[in-house]
C-alpha cells in the first residue's frame, strides 16, 4: 500500500453565547472530511487565551454543567488575588482555566474520519461571561492510499 | 538527506484495575518501533472520558500517589455540588480529572525512539474506581532516510 | 499546487531563574522559520516533569504572575500530604503543577510561521524553585510549494 502525504488546514470562526461550552464536533468533522486523508492525525488549536478545548463527555449536559461549576469554584471570578482584571472580574480566572484545560487537541484520523470514542465530543469552552468569536484552526497532516 | 515521509497508526487497549496510573511506555515504544520512523512526532491518545494520559516522573512510585491523593482532594468523590452522578460518586470527578491532565500527548521521535527525558514515564491514568478496558491509539509521522 | 512533505526537528536548552514563566517564542519560531514548512504543525515539547509549557496572554505581565499565585494557592509547597520531598517543599509541586499545564503544544504553521491568536505567548514554565537547565525540542511537520 502506497500512502501518498497529505496536509491540509483549515479554520472558522465560532460565535460563543458568552461562558459555556459549544460543540465543534461537526466544523472540525467537515475539515476532517474535506482533507481527503485516510490515516495521520487532525491538530485542532484555538487562537486565544480566554477560551479553550476539551474532549468531554457528550451524552449527557449535565457533565458540562457539573465541570463548569467546579471550575467556578476553584477559579473564582472576582478573586482579590487576582491583580489582572482590566477587562472584568471574569478576565484573569479565563486565563487561568484555560492553561488548565487545552489550547490544541491531536485526535487521530482513521478511515478518513475522527477516530473518538463513542462519548468523546469536541467542545469550545468560552471562559469570559461576554459574547465572543473565537477562530479555531484545523490542520490535517497524513495520507491516502493511492 | 531524502526522507520518505511514513505513517503509522496502532492502537491497544489496556484493562486498568480501577483508579489509578499505569506505565504504558512500553506499549507506546512497541509501535514507535514498528513505524520505522526515524524522526518526526508520535501522538498518543485515548478514546474516552474517564480516563486520560499524562508524562511523569517515572522514579519514585510516591510522586504518583501524591498527585492522586492532590486530585482526590481538589475534585472530590461525591461532592454534592455534581448533579452527574449517574455510575456512581466517582463518574464525575473522572470526567473533570480527564480535562484537567490531557487527552492526547505528542511526543517528539528521534533516531527511531521516543525523544524522553530521563524521568519522563507514560502513564494511562484511570479515573473510575472500577476496572475498565481502555482504548488507547498511537499515531507516527515523519520519515526515515532512503 | 503540489506539497513537497517535510519534516524538520531542533531542540534548544533554556537556563530558567527558578520558578516562573519564560517567553520562549522568539527560539521556537527560530525553528520554524528554519524549517522552510509552509503549513503544517509545530510541536513543542519539553523534556522534564517539574516543568512545562503554556501559551497564556502576553501583553500584561499581571497574567503570568496571578496565574503562579493561583498555582501557588492551590498546589501549596510543603503540603503535608506530599510523601515525595526528596528535593525540597517545591517538588512535588512542580510535578502536579507539570501535569496540570503542559508537557507539549502543537501550534499550526500557515505561510511558514507560527500562526498564533495576537495575545498567545508560549512560556517555558519553571515549577522548580532552584535555576535549572531544560531541553525543549521542536518538531515541524508539514510540507511547501515546489
Not at 18 to 37: E, H, K, L, N, Y
Not at 97 to 120: C, E, F, K, N, Y
Request: overall charge negative.
Amino acid at each position: 500500500m502506497i500512502l501518498a502525504n497529505m496536509i491540509h488546514q483549515d479554520s472558522f470562526t465560532h460565535s460563543t453565547p458568552g461562558r459555556g461550552t459549544s460543540d465543534i464536533g461537526a466544523d472540525v468533522g467537515r475539515v476532517v472530511a474535506a482533507a481527503g486523508i485516510e490515516r495521520g492525525t487532525a491538530t485542532v488549536f484555538v487562537h486565544h487565551t480566554s477560551a479553550s478545548l476539551i474532549l468531554c463527555e457528550n451524552a449527557d449536559p449535565a457533565v458540562r454543567s457539573d465541570l463548569e461549576g467546579w471550575l467556578a469554584h476553584a477559579v473564582p471570578d472576582g478573586d482579590p488575588r487576582f491583580r489582572h482584571d482590566d477587562e472584568g472580574p471574569d478576565d484573569m480566572p479565563a486565563h487561568v482555566r484555560a492553561v488548565l484545560t487545552a489550547t490544541s487537541l491531536t485526535i487521530p484520523v482513521r478511515a478518513g474520519q475522527l477516530d473518538l470514542g463513542t462519548w468523546q465530543g469536541i467542545y469550545l469552552y468560552e471562559h469570559r461571561s461576554a459574547p465572543h468569536r473565537r477562530r479555531i484552526s484545523v490542520t490535517v497532516l497524513g495520507g491516502a492510499t493511492v
